[in-house]
Structures are given as structure tokens and as C-alpha cells.
């Protein structure tokens, strides 16, 4: 996962981590882990910060998909 991109997307989106994860109806603690890369996104979780944060197929390649 591309830390940096996300920070980007969430920026632009204008929108907390805690809401991100209260959409996401996950705990913070699992928020962070998930971006720390402790634990992976699931696919409804990507297909819903797709929606939450307006990004393109390419940009959430390009967040969650590269090395």
C-alpha cells in the first residue's frame, strides 16, 4: 500500500481516518492496522473507500496494489 498516495486521497477528500473508519463500520485500531499493512483491506472495504475518497480504478491501483 502506498502510504503517501492515501494521506493524498484522504486530503483531498477532506475526510478523518475516524470517519473513514466509522463508514467502513470498522474500529480505528483495525484502520490502522489494515494501513500499516498488518492486515489487508477486504474487497468491500476497497470498493467503499473507492466511493468515500472519489477515486478511479487507477488511482486505487496505484494506492493499494503497488510495491
Given at each position: 500500500m502506498n502510504q503517501t498516495e492515501f494521506k493524498?486521497?484522504?486530503i483531498r477528500a477532506n475526510i478523518t481516518k475516524e470517519e473513514?473508519?466509522?463508514r467502513l463500520n470498522?474500529?480505528?485500531a483495525t484502520l490502522y492496522r489494515k494501513f500499516n499493512g498488518e492486515s489487508d483491506f477486504t474487497l468491500?472495504?476497497?470498493k467503499a473507500?473507492?466511493?468515500i475518497l472519489g477515486?478511479?480504478?487507477e488511482d486505487v491501483d496505484?494506492?493499494?496494489f503497488s510495491d
Open positions: 493524498v486521497a484522504q473513514i473508519a466509522k470498522i474500529n480505528i468491500s472495504e476497497l473507500l473507492k466511493e477515486l478511479s480504478k496505484r494506492i493499494f
